[in-house]
C-alpha cells in the first residue's frame, strides 16, 4: 500500500519559471492537503480539499493554484516562482470516517527557487 | 481563528530525563488534538491522539491528555532516548461543521545525549 506519494523529491526552480508538484494518494481520502515547511518552522496550510471538485484556501495561498478532479490526485501549481517559495512542501490525506481523524503524509518536496 | 502554540525550542536532554512539551490551541468547536514526529529527512508520522475532553493519547511511552479546560494537550514521557531526537508539533483538527481544518504548531526539536 503505496500511501501518500509526492514528486519530485527535489527541485530546482528559476525565479519565474513554473511547476506542479503532484500528489497521489491510494486510499481513498476524501480530505487533502497542501503544506508548506520553511527552515526551523511549522507547517503552514497552503490550501485544502474536501473532496473531488471542492478546494479551500488555507493560511498561505498566494502565489499557488490547486486543483482535485479525481480523489487520488491533488496537485499544487506555482505559475511564477519566486524565493519566497523555496521550502519543502508536503502533500497529506485523511479519510471523512466517523472517528477516524488520523492524517497520513508523504515523504515532501524540497523545492529550491534561484 | 483556529491556532496551536507550542513551547520554543530546541529542548536538550540527557538520557532518561523527563519530557514535557507545552501545547495550548483556540478553536471554535470541538477539535481533536494530535501530536506528530518528524525524523531528519522524513514526513510526519502520528505519535498520538485525542478526539474530545479528558482523553487522553498515548504511544510509545509518551502522553498527553485533552484538557478543555485550559485548552491545553501537552506531550510528556517519563524517560527518554536518544531515538526520541527528533521534530513534535502540536496539531488540531477543526470537525466537519467547522471547514475540517488541520492546523500545526510551531514544532519543537527535541535533542537526547547519551
Known amino acids: 500500500n503505496a500511501g501518500v506519494t509526492q514528486t519530485p523529491k527535489f527541485r530546482i526552480l528559476k525565479i519565474g519559471q513554473s511547476m506542479t508538484l503532484q500528489c497521489t494518494q491510494d486510499m481513498n481520502h476524501n480530505y487533502m492537503y497542501w503544506y508548506r515547511q520553511d527552515p526551523g518552522m511549522g507547517l503552514k496550510l497552503i490550501y485544502y480539499?474536501?473532496?473531488?471538485?471542492?478546494?479551500d484556501k488555507g493560511e498561505v495561498p498566494n502565489g499557488y493554484n490547486v486543483s482535485r478532479s479525481t480523489t487520488e490526485d491533488f496537485p499544487l501549481r506555482l505559475e511564477l516562482a519566486a524565493p519566497s517559495q523555496t521550502s519543502v512542501y508536503f502533500c497529506a490525506s485523511r479519510p471523512k470516517r466517523q472517528g477516524k481523524v488520523e492524517a497520513f503524509f508523504g515523504q515532501g518536496t524540497r523545492l529550491t527557487v534561484v | 481563528g483556529d491556532s496551536v502554540t507550542q513551547m520554543e525550542g530546541p529542548v536538550t536532554l540527557s538520557e532518561e530525563a523527563f519530557l514535557t512539551i507545552n501545547c495550548t490551541y483556540t478553536?471554535?468547536?470541538?477539535?481533536?488534538l494530535f501530536w506528530y514526529v518528524q525524523y531528519p529527512g522524513e514526513g510526519l508520522q502520528l505519535l498520538l491522539k485525542?478526539?474530545?475532553?479528558?482523553d487522553k493519547g498515548s504511544n510509545k511511552g509518551f502522553e498527553a491528555t485533552y484538557r478543555k479546560e485550559t485548552t491545553s494537550f501537552h506531550l510528556e514521557k517519563g524517560s527518554v532516548q536518544v531515538s526520541d531526537s527528533a521534530v513534535y508539533f502540536c496539531a488540531l483538527l477543526l470537525p466537519e461543521t467547522s471547514g475540517s481544518r488541520l492546523t500545526f504548531g510551531e514544532g519543537t526539536q527535541l535533542t537526547v545525549n547519551p
Open positions: 485525542a478526539t474530545k475532553a479528558d
Open positions: 480539499s474536501v473532496g473531488a471538485g471542492i478546494t
Open positions: 478553536a471554535t468547536g470541538y477539535p481533536s
